[in-house]
């Protein structure tokens, strides 16, 4: 059995900036994104199964789906197709990362599964392990953003999110082992619905990729904080509907002193916290707002 042991862990992740530049031919869209993952993840263990087995999921929440269309799964046969592996696996997921809120969880759980596959194939030895690099080629092709989660530091995607490359080490030094508050409230937000509300409203929504750049690169090259790099141009479509978002955020930030805004397309929030900031009065202002089943937890970059 493959354990989290050696750096890549299902991770969620936050987008610190993201700007959505423009509709793409294929009708995806193009982005600029910060990307950083978390320690607050899910927990998937892989048993290798016998050759000629197949692949099973079980999950400890029922909600997530056990079929071919779950991410896990569509990642095992591709590295099945890719790599020559005979054996099935058994996979194990325990969620900790809600669900359609704009953290990455599915992904990230993909991209671990093919990560761990190619340990164990590494182990049997009947099969070549693939390169680090074929590994995210083929996370590319399950899911925009799941190469992202096969690096160990916080990244700038482009593309449709499949162009990855890690932020320079002293930029990310800005971001790593900062305190995160991250919450969602009991409602979810539909990724493709909130881009075609995007695309509704174009030219206007969008950022265009030469300001987008300009932006972050005057980031990078200052000394600010990642309290300066906040953006997210997919928020206004998010907050337009689900009011409830930018009334908390708003709250935070005037209560508290802190840098807050959405990740993704949502619904999570998350707020930057200042290292020897206490954290219970703002968790307990996110449950006076949302409700005692509002998603609250604290996390670090990593």
Known sequence: MIKND???YPSAKINLFLAITGRRTDGFHDLVSVVARLSLADDLGITAGEEGSGFSLTCSDAAVPLDGSNLILRAAEAYRVASGWKRGAEFILKKKIPMGAGLGGGSSDAAWA???LNQLADNFREVPKLSEARIEEIASEIGSDC???LHRSPVVIRGRGERVSPLPEGVAKRLLKRRVLIF???VSINTAWAYRQLAARAPESYLPAEQAEARLAAWIDSDAPAEDLLFNNMEPVAFEKFVA???LLARLRERFGVAAGMSGSG?????LLRENQEAGE???CVREAWGRDAFVAEARIL
């Open 6 to 8: 050696f750096g890549v």
């Open 114 to 116: 093919l990560w761990g």
């Open 147 to 149: 190469a992202l989660f």
């Open 184 to 186: 969602k409230p009991d």
């Open 245 to 247: 978002l930018p009334v």
């Open 267 to 271: 619904s999570a929030c998350f707020a």
């Open 282 to 284: 703002m968790i307990e």
